[in-house]
């Protein structure tokens, strides 16, 4: 877009709408920004940006710099996951005061994985007006983009550092039958990969979704069975904050259950339950890790 097609739009009947809408004094507004193209903000977000009285960011400097860029100069306010709590306290003041405080995270939507929850739901404590402004959000822009087909979607954020709880977490999601999305950091990439693999099997599909809206943008699918040759491969792959989606659980059908019973019940008579689960899986084409359990929990049974 050139400086005279932005010239026409900020001088079009759109800014004259804006401009008829209510912003309330005493609110806390909710603002999306931008998670890496500085063009995917919304007007609406500009004007109310324009508007407040002070702005509340997880980083001065990181929101000084897009509000340059629009030529927006506001006091700005430090608000992180360090002192979220304590500012808290000092913006309810300020809007039991009157005035209007704009909430912004570094990218994308505040309180999603990112400060701001704590903020809210203390203003909304204190029985003060909290507005949201959509915008960017780096979860659904990559569940846009995946081609999942999928009703249903899980958000589950940053995974824990720690292998031992990372995958206790995994284990509780492995029957979900929604499409699971993750964020990652890079140098946890591989390992995160690794574990998803290893609790969910190597046919579910993940989507890659690595510096979204930026210059250098992946949006890669495939098997997690090929997940981490992919990494491996990828350049950049340890570069740039990652969203990951993973193919829900499939579907329980009756007739396969039963018919994985019976093969399992055969086995058994004959094998251990890693044998029987394995073969079961050979026989069947369904997954080792599941026939496993079904396989275990048959045993257990037979011996009570």
């Not at 203003?123 to 009703?151: Q, W």
């Not at 140098?187 to 290893?198: F, M, N, T, Y």
């Not at 495939?222 to 350049?235: I, Q, R, S, T, V």
């Not at 050979?282 to 009570?304: D, H, R, S, V």
């Amino acid at each position: 877009m050139s400086t005279s097609d932005i010239h026409t739009l900020v001088n079009s009947p759109v800014m004259e709408t804006l401009a008829r809408q209510s912003y309330p004094a005493g609110t806390l507004y909710v603002v999306a920004t931008p998670i890496g193209n500085v063009c995917d903000i919304s007007l609406r977000a500009l004007h109310l940006l324009s508007l407040a009285d002070a702005i509340a960011c997880e980083d001065t400097r990181n929101t000084a710099q897009l509000l340059t860029r629009y030529g927006i100069s506001k006091p700005l306010l430090a608000a992180h996951q360090h002192n979220e709590r304590e500012v808290a306290d000092k913006l309810v003041a300020r809007l039991q005061a009157g005035e209007r405080i704009a909430l912004v995270s570094d990218a994308g939507t505040p309180g999603v994985s990112d400060p701001g929850a704590k903020i809210v739901d203390a203003v909304r404590a204190a029985g003060l007006s909290v507005m949201p402004m959509p915008g960017a959000s780096a979860a659904i822009t990559a569940l846009s983009a995946s081609g999942l087909i999928n009703d249903q979607f899980y958000f589950a954020g940053f995974l824990p550092a720690k292998a031992g709880q990372r995958d206790t977490v995994l284990r509780s999601l492995e029957q979900l039958p929604a499409t699971l999305i993750f964020y990652e950091a890079p140098h946890r990439i591989v390992e995160s990969v690794q574990a998803l693999a290893g609790v969910f099997g190597a046919s579910r599909q993940i989507v890659f979704a690595r510096e979204l809206t930026k210059l250098f943008e992946q949006i890669h699918r495939c098997p997690l069975a090929d997940a981490a040759e992919w990494l491996k491969n990828n350049a950049h792959g340890e570069k740039g904050e990652y969203v990951l989606l993973v193919e829900g659980a499939p579907a329980d059908n009756d007739d396969d259950l039963h018919e994985a019973r019976r093969i399992l019940g055969i086995l058994l008579e004959e094998c251990s339950v890693k044998q029987a689960a394995s073969l079961a899986a050979q026989i069947t084409g369904q997954k080792k890790n599941a026939l496993y359990q079904l396989a275990l929990e048959m045993k257990e049974a037979a011996e009570e």
